[in-house]
């Protein structure tokens, strides 16, 4: 399939708001499980506008990226990649990857992603990329392991109401670092 004909990827501004939160809302049960704090800041049309002030702020100074993956017709976001915990002194930060339930397992995700992971890398000198994952969500291993990602440690998570245990994948950019 020819997914540049369908899709294309975007970094987020405040205009995909309404958007975003309509495909947030449909997914609410898996995005409350595995993006806590993007759920907590949703929750409504009201209060997705205003995060989307605070992702474009976070954008400018650095601290947090979000990429939309969208529908060419209609502009409309049906999944993101978003770099965080963002460590510059060590060039590291987190991966975390999001798809509207309607389009999983179409291979858009893991396209977009294998593409994007490297321009972000690239563009923001990142050394290393890593993401948690919860043991049971094979999904999201599946899909960072083909993008070359390796497990590296099991952490237990002792915050409440977590699963317990999450699975910390790595993915080392530094031999395509340029000089």
């Known amino acids: 399939m020819a997914f540049e004909a369908q899709y294309f990827s975007a970094l987020y501004t405040s205009r995909y708001a309404d958007s975003l939160f309509k495909v947030i809302d449909r997914n609410r049960d898996r995005i409350s499980e595995h993006f806590p704090k993007t759920n907590a800041k949703t929750g409504s049309l009201e209060n997705t506008r205003e995060y989307s002030t605070e992702i474009e702020n976070r954008q400018r100074d650095k601290s947090y990226f979000m990429h939309l993956i969208l529908k060419k017709d209609g502009d409309e976001p049906i999944g993101f990649i978003d770099i965080k915990n963002i460590d510059w002194q060590e060039r590291r930060a987190e991966m975390g990857a999001f798809v509207d ?79």
């Not at 890593?130 to 952490?155: A, D, M, W, Y």
Request: hydrophobic share 40%; proline share 4%; net charge positive.
């Open 101 to 179: 339930i309607q389009f999983e397992n179409l291979g858009i995700m893991t396209h977009f992603s294998n593409k994007l992971l490297d321009q972000i890398a690239f563009e923001h000198g990142f050394s290393t990329l890593f993401c948690r994952i919860f043991p049971h969500n094979v999904r999201s291993i599946r899909l960072v392991e083909r993008n070359g990602f390796l497990l590296k440690q099991t952490h237990e998570d002792l915050r409440p109401a977590k699963e317990g245990r999450f699975n910390l994948y790595e993915k080392d950019f530094k031999a395509r670092m340029p000089l």
